[in-house]
């Protein structure tokens, strides 16, 4: 694999001051990643640094991938058990942060409760801090994950399903990619087509980083929830700067009607936003992603996504979640050559 | 960067630019202050130009500063880091104040601490942080009636501005942080002046002797909620109000990174993307929350009217510990007393704020609301008196800062306007390091602070 391209920034905070071009570079190195990791040759940027790993919130996907992301590329890798860590006792961020630099951490994967933790961590550390998550604001590696996705599933891109659901038996076994001879479309490929995000866009970091990153690469991107979980985004797409096409409605219909994309968020339970919520049951009659609502509106081939975990029943069915048009798997399949990519740019970048 | 409490002031400035809102003048002056009194007060005419151009390229000499609401931590123990009476008095200073009510020490231990500091401290009478049930609202109204007092509402409602962490706007939504619904300061408001009319209601009805029920609303920061003093004061309501200089001059952008005024992000808000060196900033949480550009020219307009009768600092000076956390663990407030005066001035500048107003506002606005009875700067009065370079500008930080707290949303950031000279009680409480003022006080021991 040849060199990995030169990057300006040692922190991932967000996708939100990235560029097309610098959308399409990750992309492409993401593509590059997965290849060699088939082929046995992924490229060891990261022997002889220490990766940690600090989730003061519960996951699975992001942090595991980032584990072996890291280990992919030749990282030591250190997982902190925060319930069990001095965090009980009450020790601030920014000590927990400092102590772990001083431990050898040079690479900081966070996920945190608060909006805005890991940019505080970030004014904290000589080293790298990759955001996996801050509170509702920004989930920079589940944007580039679905942005690789929709290169690879869309019309235009390398892969497309096979007709048994699912993905065959051969590209389930190449774990992180998309297939030895798939390798992604560019973004400017997505520009003109419709991806809706349906679901608690209020309280989603993942909504987002997916307006940044889909509304820069052209994308018709539509947001659909229940009245009171649309917050200020109505605001915020009157906002959007002319080269950027962000609508926001609570008509499904619409959202769906000729998607190309359709992407399902968890109701958040556990992250409180007051009074006027639909419960659980109501927003699985008005706006779950059902088979028979695909078919009405969105395009035959649509992609469905979602970043999981998923709850079956509630945002989405079974039937769909688990059907052909599904890219659900193919999401988390792909968080480890995004992880891959992303590591390896922030940890050529300029120090401090 | 000398505070003097070691002899009376004398000092000669003449073509500066005065505004005296106990006096009503306004206009070129020369001022010599002698022995701590004004000896001699000598007005020019006004210019025939526009006093904005007249007042520009001259000093400002005005009435010192009168702050209605600062803060002091009274639960902490005397230690190196916390803001105490004395270092509150050395930034109150730096800022142009004479004067500051203080909340959170109980009084006999704000007394005992004022007594003898070169500025004065006021106790902060008891007010409601949150606006009341109706009924108890009237009760106080009238009980306070019954006393000559004023009862103090802080405009929210903290039923609905619990947990919150922004204003709710674009700003809130972009950066994921929780959103404040105006609600809870225009409903907050509204049942404040809607008790105020009953209970002035009841004691014309009972004929009750002595004052009328009065209200004091303070942290008002919505056009809306300004809009609603304005009608009430107009239907006669003895009403005031005030707004910290910060919901005049910042907005909710500045979470994200953005570093211009208000009236220069009127017409194009923040919509991202964030500055990650100043996002999040604990230093920008403030209750109430900083509001969308819009609100904070209404707020100007507010003052511009007299219908808020006071800019206050909200100074609430925490400890680096206490502010260095996530943003949604962060105390609001911060160190603002300083540099209230430079966003007047920034106000004044862009035409948004006339400097008359800006004054008054500071003055004798916050002199009525506490019902003191001053006279300006007349001959033979004692000397109180602030001298500002408008032109200057500073930097707030550790270098300039008096305050123990450097938890300021302008860290680093140049601000307009820079205080030469405050005198209190005749006394030189603040000078700074090139005054350009001929200064003839006796010098005291430097303090390491201001410019």
Same mark, same amino acid.
């Not at chain 1, 391209?5 to 905070?13: G, T, V």
């Not at chain 2, 009760?139 to 006393?147: N, Q, S, T, Y």
């Given at each position: =694999?040849?060199t990995?391209?030169a990057?300006?920034?040692?922190?991932?905070?967000?996708?939100?001051?990235?560029?097309?071009?610098?959308l399409?570079?990750?992309v492409?190195?993401?593509g590059? =990643?997965?290849?060699?990791?088939?082929?046995?040759?992924?490229p060891?940027?990261l022997?002889?640094r220490?990766?940690?790993?600090?989730?003061?919130e519960?996951?699975?996907r992001?942090?595991?991938?980032?584990?072996?992301?890291?280990?992919?590329?030749?990282?030591?890798?250190?997982?902190?058990?925060?319930?069990?860590?001095?965090?009980? *006792?009450?020790?601030?961020?920014?000590?927990?942060?400092?102590t772990?630099?001083?431990?050898?951490?040079e690479?900081?994967?966070m996920?945190h409760?608060?909006?805005?933790?890991a940019?505080?961590?970030?004014?904290?550390?000589?080293?790298?801090?990759?955001?996996?998550?801050?509170?509702?604001?920004?989930?920079?590696?589940?944007?580039?994950?679905?942005?690789y996705?929709?290169?690879?599933r869309?019309? /235009?891109?390398?892969?497309?399903?096979s007709?048994a659901?699912?993905?065959?038996?051969?590209?389930?076994?190449?774990v992180?990619g998309?297939?030895?001879?798939?390798?992604?479309?560019?973004?400017?490929a997505?520009?003109?087509? *419709?991806?809706?995000?349906?679901?608690?866009?209020l309280?989603?970091?993942v909504?987002?980083?997916?307006i940044?990153?889909?509304?820069?690469c052209?994308?018709?991107?539509?947001?659909?929830?229940? @009245?009171?979980?649309?917050?200020?985004?109505?605001?915020?797409?009157?906002?959007?700067?002319?080269?950027?096409?962000?609508?926001?409605? %609570?008509?499904?219909?619409a959202?769906?009607?000729?998607?190309?994309?359709? =992407?399902?968020?968890?109701?958040?339970?556990?992250?409180?936003?007051?009074?006027?919520?639909p419960?659980?049951?109501?927003?699985a009659?008005?706006?779950?992603?059902t088979?028979?609502r695909?078919?009405?509106?969105?395009?035959?081939?649509?992609?469905v =996504?979602h970043?999981?975990p998923?709850?079956?029943g509630?945002?989405?069915?079974?039937e769909?979640?688990r059907?052909?048009?599904?890219?659900?798997? $193919?999401?988390?399949?792909?968080g480890?050559?995004?992880?891959?990519?992303?590591?390896?740019l922030v940890a050529?970048?300029p120090?401090a | 960067?000398?505070?003097?409490?070691?002899?009376?002031a004398?000092l000669?400035?003449?073509?500066?630019?005065g505004?005296?809102?106990?006096?009503?003048?306004s206009?070129?002056?020369?001022v010599?202050?002698?022995?701590g009194?004004?000896?001699?007060? &000598?007005?020019?005419p006004?210019?025939?130009?526009?006093?904005?151009?007249?007042?520009?390229?001259?000093?400002?000499?005005?009435?010192?500063?009168?702050?209605?609401?600062?803060?002091?931590?009274?639960?902490?123990?005397?230690?190196?880091? /916390?803001?105490?009476?004395?270092?509150?008095?050395a930034?109150?200073?730096?800022?142009?104040y004479a004067?500051?009510?203080?909340? /959170?020490?109980?009084p006999?231990r704000?007394a005992?601490?004022?007594?003898?500091?070169?500025?004065r401290l006021?106790?902060?009478?008891?007010?409601?942080? &949150?606006?009341?049930?109706?009924?108890?609202?009237?009760?106080?109204?009238?009980?306070?009636?019954?006393e000559?007092?004023?009862?103090?509402?802080?405009?929210?409602?903290?039923a609905l501005?619990?947990?919150?962490?922004?204003?709710?706007?674009?700003?809130?939504?972009i950066?994921g942080? @929780?959103?404040?619904p105006?609600?809870a300061?225009?409903?907050?408001?509204?049942?404040?002046?809607?008790?105020?009319?009953?209970?002035?209601?009841?004691?014309?009805?009972?004929g009750?002797?002595?004052?009328?029920p009065?209200?004091?609303?303070?942290?008002? &920061?919505?056009?809306? +909620?300004?809009?609603?003093?304005?009608?009430a004061?107009?239907?006669?309501?003895?009403?005031t109000?005030?707004?910290?200089?910060?919901?005049?001059?910042l907005?909710?952008?500045w979470?994200?990174? $953005?570093?211009?005024?208000?009236?220069?992000?009127?017409d194009?808000?923040?919509?991202?993307?964030?500055?990650?060196?100043?996002?999040?900033l604990? &230093?920008?949480?403030?209750?109430?929350?900083?509001r969308?550009?819009?609100?904070?020219?209404?707020?100007?307009?507010?003052?511009?009217?007299?219908?808020?009768d006071?800019i206050v600092s909200?100074?609430?000076?925490w400890r680096?510990?206490?502010?260095?956390?996530?943003?949604?663990?962060a105390?609001?407030g911060?160190?603002?007393?300083e540099?209230a005066? +430079?966003?007047?001035l920034?106000?004044? @500048?862009?035409?948004?704020l006339?400097?008359d107003?800006a004054?008054?506002?500071?003055?004798?606005?916050?002199?009525?609301?506490?019902g003191?009875?001053?006279?300006g700067?007349?001959?033979?009065?004692?000397?109180?008196?602030?001298i500002v %370079?408008?032109?200057g500008t500073?930097?707030p930080?550790?270098?300039?800062?008096?305050?123990?707290?450097?938890?300021?949303?302008?860290?680093?950031?140049?601000?307009?306007?820079?205080v030469?000279?405050?005198?209190?009680?005749?006394r030189?409480v603040?000078?700074?390091?090139e005054?350009r003022?001929?200064?003839?006080?006796p010098?005291?021991?430097?303090?390491?602070?201001?410019?």
């Amino acid at each position: =694999m040849e060199t990995v391209p030169a990057w300006h920034d040692r922190h991932l905070l967000d996708v939100d001051t990235l560029t097309l071009e610098q959308l399409e570079l990750i992309v492409g190195l993401a593509g590059r =990643m997965a290849a060699s990791r088939d082929s046995g040759e992924a490229p060891r940027v990261l022997a002889g640094r220490q990766l940690t790993t600090l989730f003061y919130e519960a996951s699975t996907r992001t942090r595991v991938s980032f584990e072996v992301a890291a280990q992919a590329l030749g990282a030591e890798v250190v997982t902190v058990q925060v319930a069990l860590s001095s965090v009980t *006792k009450g020790e601030t961020l920014v000590d927990t942060v400092r102590t772990l630099e001083a431990l050898g951490t040079e690479l900081l994967v966070m996920r945190h409760a608060r909006s805005g933790a890991a940019y505080l961590a970030a004014r904290h550390v000589t080293g790298s801090v990759l955001n996996a998550g801050d509170g509702w604001h920004a989930h920079p590696t589940q944007a580039l994950v679905d942005l690789y996705t929709l290169t690879l599933r869309l019309p /235009g891109g390398n892969l497309t399903p096979s007709a048994a659901g699912g993905l065959a038996p051969s590209q389930a076994r190449s774990v992180g990619g998309a297939g030895p001879a798939a390798r992604p479309g560019t973004v400017t490929a997505l520009a003109g087509r *419709k991806v809706a995000i349906v679901g608690d866009v209020l309280r989603s970091r993942v909504a987002r980083s997916d307006i940044w990153a889909l509304t820069a690469c052209g994308v018709d991107l539509w947001l659909c929830a229940p @009245r009171a979980l649309l917050g200020g985004f109505e605001a915020w797409a009157r906002a959007v700067p002319a080269d950027r096409r962000l609508t926001v409605t %609570d008509d499904l219909d619409a959202a769906l009607r000729d998607a190309d994309a359709v =992407m399902a968020l968890r109701m958040q339970r556990e992250r409180d936003a007051g009074p006027g919520l639909p419960s659980p049951g109501d927003y699985a009659a008005r706006y779950a992603l059902t088979s028979g609502r695909l078919r009405a509106a969105a395009r035959p081939d649509v992609v469905v =996504m979602h970043p999981g975990p998923v709850n079956e029943g509630v945002e989405i069915t079974a039937e769909v979640a688990r059907g052909p048009s599904s890219a659900i798997l $193919d999401q988390v399949r792909n968080g480890v050559p995004i992880r891959m990519a992303v590591l390896a740019l922030v940890a050529g970048a300029p120090r401090a | 960067m000398t505070t003097d409490t070691t002899g009376p002031a004398a000092l000669e400035l003449r073509d500066a630019w005065g505004v005296d809102p106990f006096e009503g003048r306004s206009g070129p002056v020369h001022v010599t202050i002698a022995d701590g009194a004004i000896a001699a007060v &000598s007005w020019g005419p006004p210019p025939e130009e526009n006093t904005a151009a007249g007042a520009a390229g001259r000093r400002l000499v005005v009435p010192a500063f009168i702050d209605l609401d600062a803060a002091l931590d009274g639960a902490s123990a005397d230690d190196d880091e /916390g803001e105490t009476p004395a270092t509150l008095v050395a930034a109150a200073a730096h800022g142009g104040y004479a004067t500051v009510r203080v909340r /959170g020490l109980p009084p006999e231990r704000l007394a005992h601490a004022a007594h003898g500091l070169p500025v004065r401290l006021l106790p902060a009478p008891e007010r409601f942080a &949150s606006v009341p049930p109706a009924g108890a609202l009237v009760a106080a109204l009238l009980r306070a009636a019954a006393e000559a007092r004023t009862v103090t509402v802080v405009a929210d409602d903290a039923a609905l501005s619990a947990g919150a962490e922004a204003s709710s706007g674009i700003a809130a939504t972009i950066l994921g942080l @929780r959103p404040a619904p105006d609600a809870a300061e225009v409903g907050a408001v509204q049942r404040a002046l809607e008790a105020l009319e009953r209970a002035t209601t009841i004691a014309l009805r009972e004929g009750s002797p002595g004052a009328p029920p009065r209200l004091h609303v303070t942290r008002v &920061s919505l056009a809306e +909620s300004v809009r609603l003093v304005r009608e009430a004061r107009m239907a006669g309501l003895p009403v005031t109000a005030d707004a910290c200089a910060h919901h005049l001059a910042l907005h909710d952008g500045w979470l994200g990174g $953005d570093t211009r005024f208000a009236w220069q992000a009127v017409d194009t808000p923040w919509t991202g993307p964030l500055d990650p060196a100043r996002a999040y900033l604990p &230093s920008f949480r403030q209750r109430p929350p900083l509001r969308a550009p819009a609100d904070a020219l209404g707020v100007a307009a507010g003052i511009e009217d007299g219908t808020i009768d006071a800019i206050v600092s909200g100074h609430e000076p925490w400890r680096p510990w206490q502010s260095e956390v996530e943003y949604g663990d962060a105390p609001a407030g911060g160190s603002t007393i300083e540099a209230a005066i +430079s966003l007047v001035l920034g106000a004044v @500048r862009a035409g948004v704020l006339s400097l008359d107003a800006a004054i008054r506002a500071l003055t004798a606005g916050p002199a009525a609301v506490l019902g003191e009875q001053h006279r300006g700067m007349l001959e033979g009065q004692t000397a109180f008196i602030t001298i500002v %370079d408008p032109g200057g500008t500073w930097r707030p930080g550790a270098q300039t800062l008096c305050s123990r707290s450097l938890d300021t949303p302008l860290a680093g950031l140049a601000v307009p306007g820079r205080v030469l000279l405050t005198i209190a009680r005749g006394r030189a409480v603040y000078r700074a390091a090139e005054s350009r003022v001929a200064d003839a006080s006796p010098a005291g021991a430097p303090l390491r602070c201001g410019t």
